[in-house]
């Protein structure tokens, strides 16, 4: 590992050019590459052309496994339940302490259905039905993460989806009791050790042995995420995530270790991840620039976190907490800490965050595990437009519309209006057949 000091981006709001730099600093381009492209669209024609021995095939391949059959590749429940034994007191302790939390702040997006009836005695509502079937998509061996486990199994779960399945790959036979544990406590019903492109397409057509589901949620590599956008319609998913944000506000009056550890947090994650300090302290910022390279050499990941800030982060000086939000609302950063004295008197003028970490005592890894609030979370600035993960992602919603016969007929005049305004004569005569005399 280089001792070399950081070289971060030093930024002032106030620079003529800095919507420039700013622009060049969050630009980053999450197409997969022709080569990605064409190997995933061959892969999912054989899963769906030759189903079970495709996907053994091509994990047999690509994981080193020897395996001959998809009854190799199945984890039933009594080996998720052995994992839970397997695992150290403090491990389970904690994986159930995290699992209740998200499941408590779940069950209150929970939606019911709902009508009203109006005075004709037309009734309208509407009616909540979970999905029927959901696939969860984990990465295994190494990097490994129990707590996306969490994360998206007891969201379906407590929305009501009978029947989740996980795929989790197991690379030269290396199996995560941590993930498999997690699976037991959050309800997964089938896993099948198998991943890539293949288990997204196993997911979403079916084969002999893996269930056709409706949705697929979950991280993955370049090549999961492509096979995700491909098989989209056929099956719905989650979103295509880019790399893990961390966007700071701070006052300048927490602890600059502190600050330097939650850059750390998001740009230990993976080169591309990107890790912005805002603040109106220059002094505070000079401070985090020096706790930075102070603590840099304690992490494990450390060459991975210098190539993160060194090519994607940046300390910005802003003029005040005001013109940070501005910057923060442009940035609508996948994760948020307003480390200030008074983060309610900022709330109010944040509209674009992932999630939105309160004070100086709420780091952002907490979300991660078990604060309760989903960690799967709109990226990219998408957090323009979408949100976190919920109980309301694995729900649908079907109109109910009961007309009596006098709402009938008097809605029958509209719709006749309307429809012959649009040419649609059959329309029109369908809803003047309900008109009284």
């Known amino acids: 590992m280089s001792s070399a000091p950081l070289k971060i981006a030093r930024l002032n709001a106030n620079q003529a050019d800095f919507n420039h730099h700013l ?17 995933v669209e061959e ?16 994990t047999a391949r690509f994981d080193a496994l020897d395996a001959s059959s998809m009854a190799d590749l199945t984890l039933d429940r009594a080996r998720l339940e052995l994992a839970l034994e397997r695992i150290s007191p403090e491990q389970r302790q904690a994986l159930e ?12 997006q929970r939606q019911d259905s709902w009508r009203y009836t109006e005075a004709d005695g037309t009734v309208l509502g509407q009616k909540i039905t979970p999905l029927d079937r959901v696939g969860l998509y984990v990465p295994g061996g190494k990097a490994s993460y129990p707590s996306s486990v969490l994360m998206n199994a007891i969201p379906a779960k407590v929305a009501g989806v009978p029947e989740v399945v996980m795929v ?8 995560n009791e941590l993930v498999l544990a997690a699976a037991c406590l959050a309800g997964v019903d089938r896993v099948f050790s198998i991943g890539g492109a293949q288990a997204v397409a196993a997911l979403a057509y079916g084969t002999e042995s893996v269930p056709q589901v409706d949705k697929i949620v979950g991280p993955g590599n370049i090549y999961v995420a492509t096979a995700k956008r491909a098989v989209f319609g056929q099956v719905g998913i989650d979103m295509i995530a880019g790399p893990s944000e961390i966007l700071v506000v701070c006052d300048g009056q927490t602890d600059p270790d502190w600050i330097a550890m939650d850059l750390f947090s998001q740009a230990e994650h993976d080169e591309d991840a990107q ?3 805002l603040s109106p302290d220059a002094a505070f910022l000079d401070a985090v620039e020096a706790s930075l390279n102070k603590l840099l050499g304690s992490l494990e990941r450390a060459d991975m976190v210098r190539i993160s800030l060194e090519t994607r982060g940046a300390l910005i000086k802003v003029e005040s907490l005001d013109q940070a939000c501005d910057i923060a609302n442009r940035i609508a950063a996948e994760h948020l800490e307003l480390s200030v004295a008074d983060p309610e008197a900022l ?21 991660d595990y078990c604060a309760g609030p989903n960690h799967v ?20 919603r079907s109109s109910i519309i009961f007309c009596s016969p006098d709402g009938a007929s008097v809605l029958g ?11 649609l004569t059959a329309h029109a005569r369908s809803a003047e057949y309900r008109i009284k005399g």
């Open 23 to 39: 622009d060049a600093l969050l630009a980053w381009e999450g197409v997969s590459d022709k080569a990605v492209n064409e190997r």
């Open 43 to 58: 892969i999912i024609a054989a899963v769906r052309q030759r189903g079970d021995a495709a996907v053994v095939e091509y």
């Open 97 to 108: 302490v995290a699992a209740e939390r998200v499941r408590l702040y779940h069950e209150h």
């Open 168 to 175: 989790v790959p197991t690379p030269r036979g290396e199996i």
């Open 275 to 277: 890790s912005i300090l």
């Open 347 to 367: 709330l109010p003028k944040i509209r674009h965050a992932g999630a939105i970490f309160m004070g100086r005592h709420t780091p952002e890894a907490l979300g």
């Open 377 to 396: 979370l709109p990226t990219s600035g998408t957090a323009r437009f979408s949100s976190p993960l919920g109980v309301y992602d694995f729900q649908k």
């Open 413 to 423: 005049k509209t719709a006749s209006v309307l429809a012959r305004g649009e040419s």
